[in-house]
């Protein structure tokens, strides 16, 4: 989070400086918005680098019907991503 804000900074600076050496109007306020967005973007990219996927937890199953439910829902989970399931259950 440190970095973002560090970048959001740099890339603030930077587009004032150009605002200020160019005195253009228009563009640089399209390219400081296009590069916040940008800094945002990257933020939340990496936040979402393992593909948005959510661990179990730590993998303690209180009873075999919760670990039979999450099996389930990982096997629905893998259905919708159209990303092949690992192995196959026997029941």
Not at 25 to 32: F, G, I, K
Not at 48 to 56: E, K
């Amino acid at each position: 989070m440190k970095s973002v804000a560090l970048l959001v900074l740099a890339v603030t600076f930077a587009a004032v400086a150009c605002c200020l050496v160019q005195q253009v109007e228009a563009m640089p306020r399209a390219a400081v918005a296009e590069l916040l967005q940008s800094a945002a973007d990257s933020d939340r990219a990496r936040e979402l680098g393992d593909g948005g996927a959510t661990t179990g937890g730590n993998g303690d199953f209180e009873s075999e019907a919760a670990l039979k439910d999450y099996l389930d829902r990982l096997q629905v989970y893998y259905a919708m991503v159209s990303r092949p399931r690992f192995g196959k259950r026997r029941r």
